[in-house]
């Protein structure tokens, strides 16, 4: 497939806590699709919303099983990216920073900053190094519809905010909350990294709606974070996160023209070519198909 054609929309959603029962598609089907990267979260939903093909995968599982330092980042957006999805869409709970971010609000979130340790953050590695560029880590084409999208199903959306991400599980102290907002962050949440580096890997456009859920820790005299506080908060937005997704359905241009993301590998990858790991290469015949799916 050549990425500097223009192509149909194929919109990957990667839903977190509250949404794990997905987004009702139209000739749905739920498939378990495998990856040489291990265990997705679980099966994925295949199917179409107005005539766009949409694959969906719960990020924590069915029945949210699965704990944010233990999804595998991987596994997901390997599968996602041998359905053919073409741009990806992350849905997250995400605690406020901002005291004008209130629960109940979204936010398209456009940087990150990663307090993450240990977790698989690249599909590269020895036989097969890259570096690929991550100053502007998501796709304002998706960013900008997605957030539109949010504001058209009745959602007040932030266009722009920089999102922390923490290991967790616990939720931070109010000494970390309270360091988070000097460092500039807008929103904390368990999961944004490495997702948004892997899609840019897999040469996916990648953007992430956040649903404010909480005001985290730092306010003072406030009480902490409660896990079920931000599950209601959630069940309460789940229906608005869904609308949303069928307002960037009906949003999107009939063709999709190409993004400078679907080329993220082609300067990226500064192994030389007898050096390669043929093992690796296997291994990335879905994330970097168009790099070496014919060649090697
Ligand atoms: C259930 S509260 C904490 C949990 O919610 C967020 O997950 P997701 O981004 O998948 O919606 C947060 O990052 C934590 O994993
Ligand atoms: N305050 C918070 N901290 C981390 N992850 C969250 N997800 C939702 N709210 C959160």
């Given at each position: 497939m050549r990425a500097d054609k223009p192509r149909s929309w194929h919109i990957g959603v990667i839903g977190g806590s509250g949404l794990a029962a997905g987004i009702a598609l139209d000739d749905a089907q739920d498939i378990a699709v495998s990856s040489p990267f291990g265990a997705p979260s679980g099966p994925v939903t295949t199917g179409r919303l107005g005539g766009v093909r949409f694959t969906f995968i719960a990020r924590h599982g069915a029945g949210h099983r699965i704990p944010p330092a233990a999804i595998n980042y991987r596994a997901n957006i390997d599968v996602l990216k041998r359905c053919g999805v073409t741009d990806l869409l992350g849905l997250s709970a995400i605690g406020s920073l901002r005291e004008d971010m209130a629960p109940g609000s979204f936010v398209a979130v456009d940087q990150f900053i990663d307090r993450t340790?240990?977790?698989?953050?690249?599909?590269?590695?020895?036989g097969l190094v890259a570096h690929v560029g991550l100053?502007?880590?998501?796709?304002p084409r998706l960013a900008v519809l997605a957030g539109a999208a949010a504001r058209r199903a009745g959602a007040e959306v932030y266009p722009a905010g920089c999102y922390l991400t923490i290991d967790g599980p616990q939720f931070s102290t109010r000494a970390e909350s309270r360091l988070y907002r000097a460092w500039g962050a807008d929103v904390i949440g368990m999961t944004a990294m490495p997702e948004a580096r892997l899609a840019r890997e897999a040469e996916l456009p990648y953007a992430l709606l956040g649903m404010v859920t909480d005001w985290d820790?730092?306010?003072?005299g406030a009480a902490g974070v409660e896990a079920a506080d931000i599950i209601a908060v959630m069940h309460a937005n789940a229906a608005l996160a869904r609308e949303a997704v069928r307002a960037l359905a009906a949003s999107l241009p009939p063709v999709r023209e190409p993004s400078p993301i679907d080329r993220a590998l082609d300067s990226a990858i500064i192994t030389a070519p007898d050096a390669h790991d043929p093992r690796l290469i296997a291994r990335l015949d879905a994330v970097a198909a168009r790099l070496f799916g014919e060649r090697e």
């Amino acid at each position: 497939m050549r990425a500097d054609k223009p192509r149909s929309w194929h919109i990957g959603v990667i839903g977190g806590s509250g949404l794990a029962a997905g987004i009702a598609l139209d000739d749905a089907q739920d498939i378990a699709v495998s990856s040489p990267f291990g265990a997705p979260s679980g099966p994925v939903t295949t199917g179409r919303l107005g005539g766009v093909r949409f694959t969906f995968i719960a990020r924590h599982g069915a029945g949210h099983r699965i704990p944010p330092a233990a999804i595998n980042y991987r596994a997901n957006i390997d599968v996602l990216k041998r359905c053919g999805v073409t741009d990806l869409l992350g849905l997250s709970a995400i605690g406020s920073l901002r005291e004008d971010m209130a629960p109940g609000s979204f936010v398209a979130v456009d940087q990150f900053i990663d307090r993450t340790s240990g977790r698989e953050n690249s599909f590269f590695g020895p036989g097969l190094v890259a570096h690929v560029g991550l100053a502007d880590p998501v796709c304002p084409r998706l960013a900008v519809l997605a957030g539109a999208a949010a504001r058209r199903a009745g959602a007040e959306v932030y266009p722009a905010g920089c999102y922390l991400t923490i290991d967790g599980p616990q939720f931070s102290t109010r000494a970390e909350s309270r360091l988070y907002r000097a460092w500039g962050a807008d929103v904390i949440g368990m999961t944004a990294m490495p997702e948004a580096r892997l899609a840019r890997e897999a040469e996916l456009p990648y953007a992430l709606l956040g649903m404010v859920t909480d005001w985290d820790a730092w306010r003072e005299g406030a009480a902490g974070v409660e896990a079920a506080d931000i599950i209601a908060v959630m069940h309460a937005n789940a229906a608005l996160a869904r609308e949303a997704v069928r307002a960037l359905a009906a949003s999107l241009p009939p063709v999709r023209e190409p993004s400078p993301i679907d080329r993220a590998l082609d300067s990226a990858i500064i192994t030389a070519p007898d050096a390669h790991d043929p093992r690796l290469i296997a291994r990335l015949d879905a994330v970097a198909a168009r790099l070496f799916g014919e060649r090697e």
